[in-house]
């Protein structure tokens, strides 16, 4: 708590004071500003038409969720599309500690141990 609150504080000493011109931050488009604004119309096309660029080789980017570390490996030779791409969830590998956790106990006890993993059934069904 302590730790949050330090970052809390930390974050609202480092805004600027003024007005905040949300529409600048967020790049939100609409239709109506592309009949009139040129520029963001071809904004829009280069970024869904080109899609996402990679860097040669291999990449693994993790971030920490509530349930555990969530990954994702991406593998490329080519810039313009990965090789492979595998996603590493945190229920996938709570499920494999089911069956040390198991044993020696009732049927009936296993349904709570399950809720207790917490898990999602579309990300271990891969």
């Known amino acids: 708590m302590r730790q949050s609150n330090y970052l809390?504080?930390?974050t609202l000493n480092l805004i600027?004071?003024?007005p905040i011109n949300v529409k600048?931050?967020?790049m939100?488009?609409?239709k109506k500003d592309f009949?009139?604004?040129m520029e963001k119309l071809i904004l829009h096309f280069k970024r869904f038409s080109k899609g996402f660029t990679f860097s040669k080789g291999s990449r693994y980017k993790s971030i920490e969720s509530p349930?555990?570390?969530f990954g994702v490996f991406i593998k490329s030779f080519n810039p313009s599309e990965p090789y492979?791409?595998?996603i590493r969830t945190p229920g996938f590998f709570h499920l494999q500690n089911l069956t040390q956790t198991s044993k020696n106990i009732l049927?009936?006890?296993l349904v709570t141990l399950i809720g207790t993993y917490d898990i999602v059934l579309g990300e271990i069904d891969r």
């Open 28 to 30: 939100n488009f609409n």
């Open 24 to 26: 600048n931050l967020i």
């Open 84 to 86: 492979r791409c595998k």
């Open 8 to 10: 809390l504080m930390q």
């Open 16 to 18: 600027k004071s003024g």
């Open 35 to 37: 009949k009139y604004d």
């Open 107 to 109: 049927i009936s006890d």
């Open 67 to 69: 349930k555990g570390e």
